[in-house]
């Protein structure tokens, strides 16, 4: 990558970060979502309350059941408490909600007719495109940020010895995860005109990415057609490492896998997103 590309990026990159600051009612917005999902599906859904057995029951025999109702918790969720398997598998759609409008800006610049300066300026035309993804990557982290304190606002524990390098092996693979998905969008968005289109692949590809994944339940409750479709969808492998390095849970196979899927993946999405801003832009 030569200075002329570097200062093109670094210019495009710095000119979407004040477009985004100068947008606080679309900020302040961005973090409804993520916040309704977290508070009134994430604590409203109490598994534990399935521990609480009725009256009457001798209490070696109830003590007994809930021993067997924990571990039964314990083995599925790896967590007494839903909102810690809840809470980390949502950092990663929520991940994936920011990542999908990143081509809005570009299909914009395109109507309103900057984008056409760009291209007359003497700069490399993926310099627009890594620029737009760059963006997204940053817009992206600081949302991360927020929502992250959100979730140990609400009562996230992590798991007993917790360090900086877990918290950074986190933004390490939430970073890879919007590099990714961020790459994907705007590549797509370069031949797109309208932003209703955008508007409709984003609505198209988020609930079936959020479903088919170990978001919300675990990869064993699914059946056996979408355990195939999970194995490749980005955000299990991204929740799978983001639950390791905050709860303690799954296998250092899973992470090891996960690590290499993940890394590829976006290594991959970049790659074609480079090419396209070079053939179509």
Known sequence: MNLTTLSGISGLFAREMKKWFRQKVQIVFAFVIPL???????KSFNIAYFLNLPEGIPPDVKAIVQKAMEEILLRVFGSLDYFNFFAVGMLSVFALFTSMW????????RRLGYLERFLVAPIPRESIYLAKVFSALAKGLIQFTIMLLITFALGLTPKQGFTAIDMMGLYMVI??????????FTAIAIR???HDTVI???NLVNIPLMFTSNAIF????????????AAVNPLTHSITLTRY???GIGSQ????LSTFYLAGFTAVCVFLGVAAARRYL
């Open 102 to 109: 990143s081509g809005m800006s570009l299909v914009f610049d």
């Open 253 to 256: 196979a899973q992470v090891i």
């Open 175 to 184: 970073a890879g995860l919007i590099l990714a998905l961020s790459a994907i």
């Open 245 to 247: 390095l905050v709860l």
């Open 218 to 229: 675990p990869l064993e409750q699914m059946p056996d057609w979408m355990r195939v479709i």
């Open 200 to 202: 409709s692949i984003a």
């Open 192 to 194: 797109i005109t309208s």
């Open 36 to 42: 309704m999902w977290l508070t009134l599906f994430g």
